[in-house]
């Protein structure tokens, strides 16, 4: 340990006791004052308080200013251990800024002594919680101090995220600049917020989180719950989370700064025009689960800030979730406001249909990428939907009524994750299959009640599929081998999509063609689980080639795998039948399963067995003439004109 770590006094060098009588100036208010904040270190923070920084931003925060010119972090540490923090109220934050007065000291023993000063803050304040400035630059020039602050620095940042992730040390919070800290100030001033009285308030993260919380006042017409009049700013939320309140209305809310506002799981039936207008930095607003109709979900409750006789977009919004309410149409002007959404969220909406003036309102939406109508109740999708959205990238359609793959689909050139899942449809054609969809990444058909039949070049549209998910379909039975794989004009091969995951999990195929991917040793995952596999030698490649690729990949996706056919492979398991390297039986040239012929078999050989002996004596009977059945004689013949005399009769 170096001298960093022993607590010490600087020397009197000017003889006037000055360093000293600061020392107990700053004892004595630690008696007299009430501050919610303390900085404490060398002339940077002695400094700091006649900039507009500490004027504008810190000076509402009821700070106290202990710095010393010149200190150096053992200084530091002696004023910390000798009174000049032992409050007699409870400090929220301390800002400590020190080291880069200690020019001969190693960045390792700087970085000790910082950690010693912690301690006894901890020790001294409790449950603080303890900012730490980076240390600034000493030259323009590049010198050894200006490389040892950036090592004391790099060690700051290291050391104390290892301690504060294994938990070691709590509420440590370092910044590159005293505006950052600053900030991490006001977001610690949270607290004093109404909301933090009877919600939860994280001021690491600026969040505040309200569930099962029944206000006394409506917290949206109330402006103390977003504003800190004391430093006549807005509270530095990030997040605000307000569920099952039991909020009916939502009125216009107070200027915040917050990014995420979620009102979800409440009553809300009433959306007040310009609600939002303040929130011009929020990036999401969630109003799921509440009891939206068509006929209040006006377009005007997005206006923006008013100037120049108009209103202002909100620019900032790109994510709407408006799920699970009671829209069954929307209003073509509904976003005129807030053209710049990326991700709308409308799934379990009673749609049923979707009408003129919503396709114009989702049509209008220029930058949508993320697009979410799943559970609406739709049978067909209009034409065009997709035709403006030229960025969507993402489509839900699960829980539908559709029964054909909607052909309004090759409108959405760029569509990346398409989802059908849950929908009736029956068989997936070549007529009646994907347009061609050459972006498409990822494709989900999964518990899909009908499906039976995946013909071939149902799919072959789709250029660039990665991941292909086709799950938990009880009545698939068959996927044509070309279902993927297409012939381009002019080309003399087929060509395949570049597939990476293939799941085929919980179906009822019993066969599965080799040629259906071109290279399955390039796939990362196959989980072709919990079917009826036919173990007969038409699946023999699944044993010869596939198995390897499943056990290489996840040795998870072979405990669903055994046979369901023929009867005397049923219910042996993949695995083994691999193990033992057998060679599956093949059907014969009639297409005959011998093990079902077995009964005829045996009867026919007992037939044999029966019927020769007895063809045989029935020829020797006649041979003999045994009881005239069968003589054709001359004698035989004069026979039938006479009957044989008794013996008493007269001749």
Request: glycine share 4%; hydrophobic share 40%.
């Amino acid at each position: 340990m170096g001298v960093c770590t022993e607590p010490a006094t600087p020397d009197d060098i000017l003889g006037d006791g000055r360093w000293m009588s600061m020392h107990n100036r700053y004892v004595s208010e630690t008696k007299t004052s009430e501050p919610d904040v303390v900085f404490i270190g060398d002339s940077i923070i002695q400094g700091l308080q006649f900039s507009n920084l500490w004027i504008e931003k810190i000076s509402s925060l009821h700070p106290l200013n202990f710095g010393i010119g010149g200190d150096r972090v053992q200084h530091v540490l002696w004023r910390l251990l000798n009174g000049e923090m032992d409050f007699h109220v409870k400090i929220k934050a301390v800002v400590l800024f020190v080291g880069t007065n200690n020019m001969d000291d190693t960045a390792e023993d700087v970085f000790q002594g910082i950690l010693e000063c912690i301690k006894v803050i901890q020790q001294k304040l409790g449950d603080v919680h303890i900012i730490l400035p980076t240390l600034l630059p000493r030259g323009q020039n590049p010198n050894h101090l200006r490389e040892k602050n950036d090592a004391v620095n790099k060690l700051l940042v290291e050391r104390f995220t290892s301690l504060v992730k294994n938990r070691k040390m709590k509420q440590i919070l370092w910044c590159l600049a005293f505006l950052q800290c600053a900030t991490y100030l006001l977001a610690i001033s949270i607290h004093d917020s109404p909301f933090c009285a009877v919600c939860n308030c994280n001021e690491t993260l600026n969040t505040v989180t309200c569930k099962q919380v029944k206000f006394t006042n409506n917290p949206f017409n109330t402006s103390t719950f977003w504003n800190n009049t004391a430093a006549n700013e807005s509270y530095p939320y990030e997040k605000v989370v307000i569920q099952n309140s039991g909020l009916a209305r939502i009125e216009l809310i107070p200027k915040s700064p917050i990014k995420i506002l979620d009102l979800s799981q409440n009553r809300i039936q009433l959306i007040d025009n310009k609600s939002f207008m303040n929130l011009q930095n929020m990036t999401e607003l969630i109003l799921s689960r509440n009891y939206l109709t068509s006929q209040i979900f006006d377009p005007n409750i997005f206006q923006g800030i008013y100037t120049e006789g108009e209103y202002l977009p909100l620019r900032s919004l790109k994510i709407l979730r408006l799920d699970n309410n009671e829209l069954h149409t929307l209003h073509q002007d509904t976003f005129e406001h807030i053209m710049n959404l990326e991700v709308l969220d409308l799934h379990g909406n009673p749609f049923t249909v979707l009408d003129t003036q919503t396709v114009i309102a989702i049509s209008s939406l220029a930058r949508l990428q993320v697009l979410d109508l799943s559970y609406t109740s739709l049978k067909a999708i209009p034409q065009h939907i997709f035709h403006t959205p030229r960025n969507l990238t993402q489509l839900n359609l699960t829980g539908n009524a559709l029964t054909i793959v909607p052909p309004q689909l090759e409108d959405a050139k760029n569509l990346e994750f398409l989802i059908l899942n849950e929908n009736p449809i029956q068989n997936i054609t070549k007529d009646k299959g994907f347009p061609v969809l050459k972006n498409l990444k990822i494709l989900h058909l999964c518990n899909m009640p009908k499906l039976a039949n995946i013909d071939d070049a149902s799919m072959s549209g789709l250029w660039g599929l990665k991941e292909l998910h086709i799950c938990y379909n009880p009545n698939l039975i068959h996927i044509g081998k070309n279902a993927l794989s297409r012939i381009d004009e002019g080309a003399e091969t087929e060509d395949w999509p570049d597939l990476n995951k293939l799941y085929l999990k919980n179906n009822k195929l019993s066969y599965l063609d080799s040629h259906l991917v071109a290279r399955w040793d390039k796939l990362e995952v196959i989980d072709i689980t919990d079917n009826a596999w036919a173990c007969e030698c038409e699946n023999q490649w699944l044993f010869d080639t596939l198995m390897k690729f499943i056990i290489q990949n996840n040795n998870t996706h072979l405990n669903g795998l055994w046979c369901s056919a023929p009867a005397e492979m049923e219910d042996q398991t993949f695995i083994t039948i691999y193990e033992k390297n057998e060679t599956l039986r093949c059907l014969d040239m009639y297409g005959a399963r011998p093990e079902r012929d077995a009964a005829i078999l045996v009867g026919i050989l007992v037939g044999l067995l029966v019927g020769i002996p007895m063809v045989l004596g029935v020829l020797y009977c006649r041979k003999r003439n045994w009881f005239g059945y069968f003589d054709n004689g001359p004698a035989a013949f004069s026979r039938k004109f006479y009957n044989r005399a008794e013996p008493e009769e007269l001749y």
